[in-house]
């Protein structure tokens, strides 16, 4: 069944401090209906807001860094801020990238973040904000996931998947002949355990139209593993696996979420 997401979240960035059970998520003008602060909720359900005072754009990445106990928050317009949330300190600018930001994630043990501009670059950082690589891509990237073990990461380029280690050498990409029906729209997720990759695609079906679909990928050489179909004629916005790995989350425009297992 579908599970309706909260109506009060305007873009799908999450995180979550697990030890203290915290979860924090962009929240929005009224006026302008851009982020402004972020918000933590407790297990207990209480909320406490930080605003951030330059914000007035989208989120594209938001993760909590147990390290400097704070959250960072990458925008689409390129500032990247670290949000103390246990603590009274200032909000910091650590970085900015001038172009702008199509989408950015981290590896799960956050020693890693890859940013994707909009100049048609990936760049890795370390956790220190040092700078690991820059990397030229034929297209901007509007989808990146690390494998469970941080050792490769995934990212959706134009209509292709792209595979790449830790430190930005490229492993594979997908077979354009596989996808001879079907169109990558720019949703993909690794598997947390395990090798595959979860990607979204819009399969022509010919007389039938377009069939949603999630298509499983190789994670060593994204070649096609399995399929899919989707009983809806929604578009797939979003895509993910629960943490055990056994089922994948879709997001569809009805901001509603169906589980496949």
């Not at 962009?26 to 851009?34: C, E, K, M, R, T």
């Not at 904000?129 to 509007?142: Q, Y």
């Not at 490769?152 to 077979?175: E, H, K, P, W």
Request: hydrophobic share 45%.
């Amino acid at each position: 069944p579908a599970v309706p997401l909260d109506p009060g979240l305007a873009e799908p960035c999450l995180a979550i401090d697990a030890p203290s059970a915290t979860l924090y998520y962009p929240y929005f003008s009224d006026q302008s209906g851009a982020a402004v602060g972020i918000a933590a909720r407790s297990a207990q359900g209480v909320t406490r807001l930080f605003p951030i005072a330059d914000l007035h754009d989208s989120v594209v990445d938001i993760q909590y860094i147990p390290e400097y106990e704070s959250v960072c928050v990458i925008t689409n317009a390129g500032a990247v801020y670290l949000v103390p949330v246990h603590s009274d300190d200032a909000i910091q600018l650590v970085g900015v990238f001038d172009d702008g930001v199509a989408a950015a994630s981290w590896s799960s043990d956050r020693e890693r973040c890859v940013i994707a501009t909009l100049t048609k670059k990936l760049v890795i950082i370390a956790h220190d904000w040092d700078v690991v690589d820059e990397i030229d891509i034929d297209d901007i990237a509007t989808q990146i996931s690390w494998r469970g073990d941080n050792l490769r990461f995934s990212a959706v380029i134009g209509s292709a998947i792209y595979l790449f280690d830790q430190n930005g050498a490229m492993i594979a990409r997908t077979i354009d002949d596989e996808f001879t029906h079907d169109a990558i729209i720019g949703c993909a997720a690794f598997r947390p355990s395990g090798d595959l990759i979860a990607v979204a695609v819009d399969h022509n079906a010919g007389s039938k139209g377009v069939e949603r679909r999630v298509v499983l990928l190789e994670g060593a050489n994204c070649l096609r593993h399995g399929q899919w179909t989707i009983s809806s004629t929604e578009p797939i916005t979003g895509i993910s696996w629960i943490a055990d790995s056994d089922a994948v989350t879709i997001a569809m425009t009805s901001r509603a979420l169906r589980m496949v297992r």
